[in-house]
């Protein structure tokens, strides 16, 4: 029984605690510094004071009078990384921190107009607000026995991770004026079910689909949110996450809340609350569109009358470029891995960034220009450690302008010839940030500038002199995507409350309206008579083409950009502008990386037969080390140890170390009884790389350790006992190459996995080498993946002192051979894609199948003598999703034994249950 709860809690921790948190992942002559007060540190590089000071004062802007949650006030770390280009951010619990990513990313509809790090500090300040505030009752308790595991526990289980992020959105949306609760491009998502009929089952809506378009839970989670403040006030889910935090009902506490305080039940509240959104869409289905493979077509091009260029991928496809003609669609090349869909085009040049990464630190990493000649294939890195978006061709081919963040976090234009060399850089003025760039002329480009105060503005700038004229004035719309043909600018804005196509003209500076659609249309192009866009569907984003004389033209007038229309209705005082708090200064001073190394956060017991344990978990705040302290009793032998395993991530190895002391171990021979003292200690180093550039994602970790063990005779041993002692080596290393993979595909299309261990004894002979390799291929259907592996072990026949490592053939029990190796072959495919659930406990996402060959030759002790262990059979896996929020992949094996006379089985048959490994502890 105890065995079975500690799995239930490490099963949920795990589903709990899954967030960005890299370990050990700066340079080790990082600086740091801090603002440190009675809210919050925040703990900076030098560079981003202005951030720093920023994130501050909003901070405590929102602890003094934001308080819909509660009013509970607990101190937080906040580190704040320069160095990485994935926007992101998250707090924590175990260890109680937060982690910010100051580079914004380069579509600015997908987040909008705020500047990032304010974005940033009211979103996730909201979940610190929410953690200290959900710390109360059932919640509590969990936190009082295991620690902030037990607190993270406690909360994921009473409230859904929809309410985290939806109440998050919703504050950045109330306390700002914009948000993503504001912004057409966050819920296309929903408008494109709705309009089209797409009529999903709630744990759908909640769990996502590997076969159909679902918005995530950041989406929902703000419609249900927003809909809770509208209807039943202000301190609603005050109320409500108390009740459900506390465990005022143990079982289903979050619907039992909802049900006491909004009167109706918890299937009810939802429905109403996406009625409300959906009603004024679901009028007007006019758009209904076949079940299809989800599909997004990127930045169509035009080349000629019958040929246009385009980016796209799909749920089965990665993304490449690709050609379409009168003769059908032909593969360019793949594109190489970004974290951006822009590209441009020019005369057969087609220009954009690709991600790489520093080779041993994790938040360091790059946007780089890539040129590609659609004629060759060939490939160019213009530039290199860069953090550059949006790339754009001249007239002339010779010149490239991308935007560029800098190492202080500010945004300038810089334009770059085709050698790779920087020949100017613009600034962007007032703390601004410059999104979208494209040229005009040679001379000229338009450029949309995103300024503090959350407005956007569309501007010519001339280079030579770097003078701006606005075309669109200061507005909070967004715009983004401009395209220039024929002395016009089209873009994107979402000044009418959607997504749509507008028009400037350069010669009289007059703006009309091309499209009035439901949900998004972006990355506007055009040539001759037709427009080309892409429209956002519930089966991706489409590729459309119009002829310009059709369209039905709206001017805009100059004053219309001050009133822009929102999608929905925001709960709240529409006035509130958190924006306007003046920066306060704060003193700063240094932050030592020593600070803390001991942050013991959270505790745990443990049983695996026959050992009880109980650990004490330690991480500090920089995310550098990483300690255990345990205690562990073990059943068969009586005996008690300690010990202390911990790594420190900081410098280039990274260094690994750990003791333990058992007392009274009582072991028996055949002849004999001991009661003996062991102790164990062992120190070593692990590099992990990640050399992931181009097409491929790409690691390779190594390590070694050397251990120590001496075993002594304790005092009351009934039998006298030498002492013995050993000592002995173990080297690993580890080489991953692949494809990344599309979302159906279950291995990627191509890659290849290798890995090597050798453990040897110092002191006297002993040795065990294993290896193993996998070999990923395409299968004869999308999605279908044929996998190779092979593995083999050799061990010392005359001192076998190490532990059997290898896997036999399928249906086998792993036997211990001086020598034995393995090949096999798996054919992987998916079956059938459920979508289905039961309860809110557990989510059918997809079933697919596996079958497999295997075959080992096993050596005797002279390694001469050989037989064989061969398998047949086939697996059956279910991918599921538990507690809405954790994915777990569970399966049956049946295994045909082609050689069981070998070993002894009466019945060739085998069956058995296949469960992950982090499911239950060895």
Request: charged share 20%; glycine share 6%; hydrophobic share 35%.
């Amino acid at each position: 029984m105890f065995r079975s709860l500690a799995a239930i809690f490490l099963f949920l921790s795990s589903a709990t605690l899954i967030h960005a948190q890299q370990f050990g992942g700066f340079p080790s002559n990082t600086k740091w510094k801090q603002i440190n007060t009675d809210t919050a540190r925040i703990i900076y590089t030098p560079g981003a004071e202005n951030e720093a000071k920023r994130v501050a004062t909003i901070i405590h802007k929102m602890a003094a009078e934001e308080n819909t949650i509660g009013g509970a006030l607990k101190k937080i770390n906040v580190v704040l990384q320069s160095r990485t280009t994935m926007a992101n951010g998250y707090v924590a619990l175990a260890p109680y921190r937060s982690e910010f990513y100051l580079v914004p990313g380069g579509n600015i509809f997908d987040f909008g107009n705020l500047p990032w790090q304010e974005q940033l500090a009211v979103h996730e300040y909201r979940h610190v607000q929410q953690y200290n505030n959900f710390n109360r009752g059932g919640s509590k308790v969990l936190g009082v026995l295991f620690g902030q595991e037990g607190r993270a526990v406690g909360n994921g289980l009473a409230i859904p991770d929809w309410f985290f992020e939806g109440d998050a959105v919703y504050m950045e949306t109330a306390l700002t004026p914009q948000g993503r609760g504001r912004t057409p491009y966050f819920q296309n998502g929903y408008k494109s079910l709705w309009r089209e009929g797409r009529n999903y089952n709630w744990m759908k809506l909640r769990n996502g689909s590997l076969k159909d378009y679902v918005p995530n839970h950041y989406q929902l989670g703000y419609l249900l949110v927003n809909y809770g403040y509208l209807k039943y006030g202000a301190d609603f889910w005050k109320k409500v996450t108390a009740d459900a935090a506390s465990f005022s009902s143990v079982i289903y506490p979050f619907q039992s809340a909802i049900k006491r305080h909004a009167g109706v039940t918890y299937a009810t509240f939802r429905k109403e609350a996406l009625d409300y959104y959906s009603h004024e869409v679901s009028k007007r289905r006019n758009d209904v569109r076949n079940r299809e493979t989800v599909t997004n077509y990127y930045f169509a091009h035009p080349i000629s009358s019958d040929s246009i260029v385009y980016l796209k991928d799909s749920y089965k496809k990665i993304p490449a470029f690709y050609l379409r003609t009168h003769q059908g669609e032909k593969r360019i090349r793949l594109k190489s891995i970004g974290s951006e869909d822009w590209f441009s085009y020019r005369d057969g040049l087609i220009a954009y960034t690709a991600f790489n990464t520093d080779p041993r630190w994790s938040l360091v990493d790059y946007n780089d220009v890539v040129l590609l000649d659609m004629q060759t294939g060939q490939e160019t890195w213009l530039t290199h450690k860069g953090k550059y978006y949006t790339p754009d061709i001249s007239p002339n081919t010779q010149t490239i302008i991308a935007t560029a963040v800098t190492d202080s976090v500010t945004s300038e234009l810089q334009l770059i010839n085709r050698k790779g060399v920087v020949s100017k850089s613009i600034h962007a003025p007032q703390a601004s940030f410059f999104f979208h760039p494209k040229f005009i002329d040679d001379e000229h480009v338009v450029v949309g500038v995103r300024w503090p105060d959350a407005t956007m503005s569309l501007e010519v700038l001339e280079l030579s002199t770097q003078k701006m004229e606005a075309l669109i004035p200061r507005t909070l719309a967004t715009i983004g995507y401009p395209f220039v043909n024929n002395n016009s600018i089209y873009f994107t804005s979402s000044l009418a409350g959607t997504d749509n196509i507008y028009v400037v003209r350069l010669e009289d500076k007059k703006i009309f309206q091309l499209t009035n659609s439901q949900t998004g249309l972006y990355f506007p192009a055009v040539a001759n008579d037709s427009l080309f866009y892409s429209a956002f569907t519930s089966n991706g984003l489409a590729l459309k083409n119009e002829g310009l004389s059709s369209v039905k033209t709206q001017e805009i007038a100059s004053t219309a950009w001050s009133n822009v229309t929102i999608p929905y209705t925001v709960a709240g005082d529409a006035n509130r502008n958190i924006l306007q708090v003046p920066t306060r200064e704060f003193p700063e001073r240094p932050y030592r990386k020593a600070t803390g190394l001991l942050n013991f956060h959270s505790w745990r017991p443990d049983y695996a037969d026959p050992e009880f344990s109980f650990s004490v978990y330690s991480d500090n705040i920089l995310n550098t080390f990483s300690s255990e302290l345990f205690y562990k009793y073990n059943e068969n032998e009586n005996s008690h140890a300690v010990g202390f395993n911990a790594i420190y991530g900081g410098w280039f190895p990274q260094v690994v170390f750990g003791v333990e002391r058992i007392n009274n171990r009582h072991l028996k021979s055949s002849t004999k009884s001991y009661i003996l003292n062991q102790t164990e200690s062992n120190v070593g180093y692990a590099i992990p790389f990640n050399f992931s550039k181009g097409k491929t994602l790409k690691s390779l970790s190594l390590g070694s350790r050397i251990y120590y063990t001496t075993l002594e005779s304790a005092g009351k041993s009934p039998t006298n006992f030498a002492g013995f002692q050993s000592t002995y080596l173990s080297h690993a290393i580890g080489w991953v190459q692949q494809l990344p993979r599309a979302r159906q595909q279950i291995y990627p299309k191509w890659g290849y996995a290798l890995a090597a261990n050798y453990r040897h004894r110092l002191d006297e002979k002993g040795y065990q080498a294993i290896g193993s390799s996998s070999l990923y291929l395409p299968g004869l259907f999308p999605n279908h993946s044929l996998v190779v592996q092979g593995s083999i072990q050799e061990t010392d026949t005359s001192n076998v002192i190490f532990s059997n490592r290898f896997a036999n053939s399928r249906g086998y029990s792993d036997y211990y051979f001086s020598r034995m190796w393995k090949v096999g072959a798996n054919y992987h495919l998916p079956l059938l894609y459920p979508d289905k659930g039961f309860g809110n406990i557990v989510y059918l996402q997809r079933i697919r199948g596996n079958a497999f060959y295997d075959f080992t030759r096993v050596y005797s002790n002279t390694k001469t003598a050989t037989r064989d262990l061969r398998s047949v059979g086939s697996e059956l896996f279910f991918d599921t999703r538990w507690w809405n929020s954790y994915p777990l992949t569970l399966g049956v094996r049946y295994s045909y034994l082609l050689d069981a006379n070998v070993v002894g089985a009466q019945n060739p048959n085998h069956f058995e249950i296949v469960l992950p490994l982090n499911l239950i502890p060895d």
